[in-house]
C-alpha cells in the first residue's frame, strides 16, 4: 500500500500532465481529468487517495465539482488547488467537506505532505468502516 | 507604512472639486438673500409701526398742548371785544340820550366824560362833531376845539357806518391811542358825530392778564401789521411787526410757523370783530418738544435696540441655517464622491483579480515545467551542463515565486478595493477558519484551543478580509510552535463598541528587535519561504476595517496577537 493513488482535475491539460509526471516520478499512481464532469466519472469507477481540485474551472466549477464527487464517495480526501482565488471561497469549500487546500503555483513537497495526510486519514476512516461493517456482520448473525 | 496611497489622492481630489468656488458663491448669495428677505419681513412692520406711533404720539401731544392756548386766545379776545364793544355802547348811550344842544355844552359833556371815566375807564377826551367835520364841542386834557375833520377817512366810514373804532395811533397826543367814534341823526340827512379818544394802554393791561411764559409772547396788530400793543419779541407799539399776517378766520387759529433762524415756533391769533384789531399770541414749543423728545427719542432707542437684536438673530439664523445646508450638501457631494471612488475601486479590483487568476494558470505551468526539468537533472547526473542548467531552473522557480508573490498582492489588493459589509457571528467565523487550516494542526499534532462567549455581539465588518487576517495570524502561530504545540484562541467584547480576539501560541517567541519590526512589509525571519508580507498585509487590513492589531512576546514563553474591531463599521472605506 505504498503508492498513493491520486486524481489530478484541472482544466489547464498542460499543468495536470506535467503534475502527474512528477508526481510519477515519485512513486504516485497519478490520473487526470480536465473537467468536473470526467471527474465524477473517473471517481465512479475508482478509488483515489485523494483528489486535487482546481477550484476555478469553466463549466462546473470546482465546488460544485467536489459537492457531486462527495455525493458518491463521502469518505473522498479532496484537496483543493487554487491560485489564491480567495480565502472566503477555501474557507466555504472546507465547509462543504473537503480536507485540505493549496495555493497555486504548489510547493511539490508540500503537496506531497498533504497527499500523505490524506492518504493516512482515508485508511483511518476505511479501517473504521469496515470495523463498523464487520460489527453489522456480526450483529446481524447474531454474535 | 502607507498601505494604501490611493487615499490621500482620493482626499486630494475631494478638496480640488472644480465646482466649489462657485458653490461657495452660490451659498454666498442664498444667506443674502435670506437675510435681506427675513429682515424686510420682519422689520417693515416694526420700522411702519414705530413711524405710526411717533406721528400719533406727536399728534395727540400738539394737540394736549395747543388746546389750551387755543382756549386762552379766545377768552382774550372775548374780554378785549367786550372791553370795546362797552366804550362803544356807552358813547351810543350818550348820544341817544343826549340831546344834540346839550351836548354842545362843554359842562355838560364833561359830566358825560366824568360819567365815563368813573364807570368804564380809559376815557381820554370826548369831541362832538358836526356834518361838516368841525369838532364843534371837546372835553379833555388837549385843545382840540374847532379842529376840521373832514378830510379824514375815519370820518367819512363812521357817516356811511354809523360807528367807527381805529388803528391805534399817536396823533397830536403823543401817546398810543385808539377812536370810537358813533353817529346820531339829526333829521333830513344831518348828523352829528361823538368821538371818543381811548388810551390802548387799557387794552395792553387786559392782555398782560394772562399769565404768560416767559417764552412767550401776547399783542395786538392791525391789519396792516402795525403792533398796537408792546410785545416783548416783536417791538414796541406801532412799529411792523415782523409776522406775516394770517388768513382771516372768525375763529380763534393756531398755525406753526419758522422765525427769521429757522425755529419753529406756534401763532395763535383771532381777528377781534368789528375792530381793525387782531390778537397774537405766540409760543415756543420747548416745553411741547422736550416731552415730544423723550417719547421719540424712547421710541427711537426702542426700534433701534430692537432692529439690531433681529438683525443679530437673522444674520445668526441666516449663517447657520445656510452653514448646516452647506454641511449636508458637502456631506452628501462627498458620499456621493466615495461610492463613485469605491464603485470605480471596485471594479479596477475585479479586474485585477481576474488578471491575478488568469496569470497564476500559466504561472502554475512554467513552474511545473521548472520542476519537471530540476527533477530530471537530478536523475540524470552524467548530464554535462547539469550544475550551469540547475542554476537556471532555480533563477526561474525563484522568479515565479516572485510572481506569485505579485498576483498573492494584486489580489489581496483587489480584494481591499471592493469590500462587502456584513453581519458575523465571530464564533462561526473562528470555527470555519478553524476547520480551513484545521488539518495542518492535526497532523501536526498541534492543540487548538477555542473560546468565545456566548454573549459576543455579532459584528458588521467584511468576512473575507476578516478569515484573511485571522488565517495570517493562525498561520504564524501554527508554523511558530513545534509539534505538539498549543494556541489558544479568545474572543471578548471590550465596552459597548469593540470586540477583541486574542490568539496566543506557546511557541518560542519574538526577539525585542523582531516584535519593533513585525508589521514591516517584506520583513521576515523565515529564511527561504517567507514573502515577509503575510503581516504587513495583516496589519493593513485590520486598520482597514478600523480595528488594531498588537503583539505581545516574550522568548521562550510565546506571542499572542490581539485584534481589535468595531462592533459597528462604518469606517471602512473601499
Known amino acids: 500500500m505504498a503508492n498513493e493513488k491520486v486524481l489530478l482535475v484541472d482544466d489547464e491539460a498542460e499543468f495536470t500532465s506535467l503534475l502527474a509526471s512528477r508526481l510519477e516520478e515519485r512513486g504516485l499512481r497519478v490520473e487526470t481529468a480536465s473537467n468536473g464532469a470526467e471527474a465524477v466519472e473517473k471517481v465512479k469507477q475508482g478509488t483515489y487517495d485523494a483528489v486535487i481540485l482546481d477550484l476555478a474551472m469553466p463549466g462546473m466549477d470546482g465546488i460544485e465539482t467536489m459537492k457531486s464527487l462527495l455525493e458518491k464517495r463521502p469518505d473522498l480526501q479532496v484537496i483543493l488547488l487554487t491560485g489564491h482565488a480567495s480565502i472566503e471561497k477555501g474557507v466555504e469549500a472546507v465547509k462543504l467537506g473537503a480536507k485540505d487546500f493549496l495555493e497555486k503555483p504548489a510547493d511539490l513537497a508540500k503537496l506531497l505532505q498533504k497527499i500523505k495526510d490524506a492518504k493516512t486519514e482515508r485508511m483511518l476512516l476505511v479501517e473504521k468502516k469496515i470495523e463498523e461493517d464487520l460489527k453489522d456482520i456480526l450483529k446481524s448473525r447474531g454474535w | 507604512m502607507s498601505q494604501d496611497p490611493h487615499r490621500s489622492a482620493e482626499m486630494a481630489e475631494i478638496t480640488s472639486e472644480p465646482g466649489l468656488e462657485k458653490t461657495q458663491f452660490r451659498y454666498r448669495r442664498l444667506r443674502k438673500y435670506s437675510i435681506l428677505l427675513t429682515s424686510l419681513v420682519a422689520l417693515t412692520p416694526l420700522i411702519a409701526m414705530t413711524i405710526i406711533n411717533i406721528y400719533q404720539y406727536q399728534k395727540a401731544l400738539k394737540a394736549d398742548m395747543l388746546f389750551p392756548i387755543l382756549r386762552q386766545v379766545s377768552n382774550t379776545r372775548h374780554s378785549l371785544s367786550s372791553f370795546i364793544v362797552e366804550r362803544q355802547s356807552a358813547l351810543e ?50 385843545n382840540l376845539a374847532g379842529k376840521n375833520y373832514r378830510d379824514q377817512d375815519w370820518f367819512h366810514e363812521v357817516g356811511l357806518r354809523g360807528v367807527h373804532v381805529s388803528d391805534v395811533f399817536m396823533g397830536h397826543r403823543g401817546f398810543p391811542h385808539f377812536v370810537i367814534a358813533v353817529v346820531h341823526g339829526l333829521g333830513e340827512g344831518d348828523y352829528y358825530v361823538l368821538r371818543a379818544t381811548i388810551d390802548s394802554d387799557m387794552l395792553y393791561r387786559k392782555i398782560l392778564t394772562q399769565n404768560l411764559r416767559p417764552t412767550s409772547d401776547a399783542f395786538l396788530v392791525n391789519k396792516s401789521g402795525i403792533l398796537q400793543t408792546p410785545s416783548r419779541f416783536y417791538g414796541a407799539a406801532l412799529e411792523q411787526c415782523s409776522i406775516a399776517m394770517p388768513s382771516y378766520s372768525t375763529n380763534s387759529e393756531v398755525v406753526e410757523l419758522k422765525d427769521s433762524g429757522g425755529k419753529p415756533y406756534f401763532l395763535s391769533y383771532a381777528y377781534i370783530e368789528d375792530t381793525p384789531f387782531i390778537l397774537m399770541e405766540t409760543i415756543q414749543p420747548e416745553s411741547f418738544m422736550e ?261 505581545k512576546s516574550s522568548l521562550g514563553a510565546g506571542t499572542s496577537f490581539t485584534v481589535a474591531l468595531p462592533i459597528e463599521n462604518s469606517a471602512i472605506r473601499g
Open chain 2, 93 to 142: 348811550l350818550v348820544i341817544r340820550e343826549i340831546p344834540f344842544e346839550e351836548l354842545r355844552d362843554q359842562e355838560r359833556l364833561a359830566g358825560a366824560l366824568s360819567h365815563m371815566k368813573e364807570s368804564f375807564g380809559g376815557f381820554v377826551d370826548l369831541g362832538i362833531i358836526d356834518s361838516k367835520g368841525d369838532q364843534v364841542s371837546y372835553v379833555g386834557p388837549y
Open chain 2, 291 to 551: 416731552n415730544w423728545l423723550t417719547v421719540r427719542n424712547n421710541l427711537i432707542w426702542f426700534l433701534s435696540i430692537s432692529v439690531i437684536l433681529i438683525l443679530m438673530v437673522i444674520v445668526w439664523g441666516s449663517y447657520h441655517m445656510v452653514g448646516r445646508i452647506r454641511e449636508a450638501d458637502l456631506k452628501r457631494a462627498t458620499v456621493l464622491h466615495q461610492i463613485e471612488y469605491t464603485n470605480k475601486m471596485a471594479s479596477i479590483g475585479r479586474v485585477a483579480a481576474g488578471v491575478a487568476h488568469e496569470i497564476n494558470n500559466p504561472m502554475a505551468i512554467i513552474n511545473e515545467n521548472a520542476g519537471m526539468v530540476k527533477d530530471i537533472l537530478s536523475v540524470s547526473e552524467s548530464f554535462p551542463l547539469r550544475d550551469k542548467m540547475q542554476k537556471h531552473v532555480d533563477s526561474i522557480l525563484t522568479s515565479v515565486e516572485r510572481c506569485s508573490r505579485i498576483t498573492h498582492r494584486l489580489l489581496g489588493f483587489a480584494k481591499r478595493m471592493d469590500p462587502h459589509i456584513e453581519e458575523i457571528d465571530l464564533d462561526q467565523l473562528l470555527k470555519d477558519v478553524l476547520g480551513f487550516i484545521g488539518k495542518e494542526a492535526l497532523h501536526r499534532n498541534i492543540t487548538v484551543n477555542c473560546e468565545v462567549p456566548g454573549d459576543m455581539p455579532k459584528i458588521k465588518s467584511d468576512k473575507g478580509q476578516l478569515q484573511q487576517v485571522l488565517l495570517n495570524i493562525l498561520n504564524n502561530g501554527i508554523e511558530a510552535v513545534g509539534n505538539g504545540g498549543r494556541i489558544d484562541i479568545s474572543a471578548e467584547p471590550k465596552g459597548d463598541r469593540r470586540v477583541e480576539i486574542t490568539i496566543s501560541d506557546d511557541g518560542p517567541g519574538i526577539s525585542r528587535n523582531d516584535l519593533d519590526r513585525i508589521f514591516e512589509p517584506f520583513f521576515t525571519t523565515k529564511k527561504e519561504h517567507g514573502t515577509g508580507l503575510g503581516l504587513s498585509i495583516t496589519y493593513g487590513i485590520v486598520q482597514k476595517l478600523g480595528g488594531q492589531i498588537s503583539v
